[in-house]
């Protein structure tokens, strides 16, 4: 499981009216295509859905579409619009009321899906977060600076430093004018 956020470099994911297209590159913006075309499902909240109406595709820089499309799965107890651009996803398309993330998870399994592909939102990355679904983490990070309430995560419930979710840096790359961070979290296991 891999959770996507693009941010400006106060980590704002959107704009204080919304508008969140786009905050980064198109370079960026083709490596995430590209992640979209390996994962076996996208994983998208409801509010993301409302507020964006995205297609979820994969596609080649000059818009076709990529060989393989994942299937989409939106997460959220609101209902996702009869015309919502991601309904005619070619990789397919279902709705989840998130109650059960892992029962969820478990479901994509058994329906053969290995690779999971979070875009959003901070709700959603949020609770995936904190029930320690994540695998890793790609951030783009795009130099503006945006101000304002609207963060790449919601609470997670760390009060302290001392309990921030330490994570492992894997690479930290140049994509145009913008920045790449992967990082995985730590794991912590007990010794026998």
Known sequence: ???KWASSLDGRIAAAD????????GVSRSDVHRRRAEAGAILVGTGTVLADDPALTARADDGTLL???PHVVVVGRRPVPEDAA?????????TSDGA???????QLWDDGIRSVFVEGG????SALLKAGLVDEVVAYV???????????TADLGIATMADASA???VSVDRLGNDVRIVARPRRQFEED
Do not use: K, N
């Not at 919304?18 to 590159?25: K, L, N």
């Not at 991601?86 to 279902?94: A, E, V, Y």
């Not at 795009?142 to 790449?152: D, K, S, T, W």
């Open 1 to 3: 499981m891999t959770a």
């Open 18 to 25: 919304g508008t969140s297209r786009w905050i980064t590159g």
């Open 67 to 69: 060989a393989h499309q």
């Open 86 to 94: 991601l309904r005619l996803s070619p990789g397919g398309f279902r």
């Open 100 to 106: 059960d993330l892992p029962a969820l998870l478990a």
């Open 122 to 125: 901070p709700t959603l990355e």
């Open 142 to 152: 795009a130099p503006v600076l945006l101000g304002g309430p609207r963060l790449a």
């Open 167 to 169: 994570m492992d840096l």
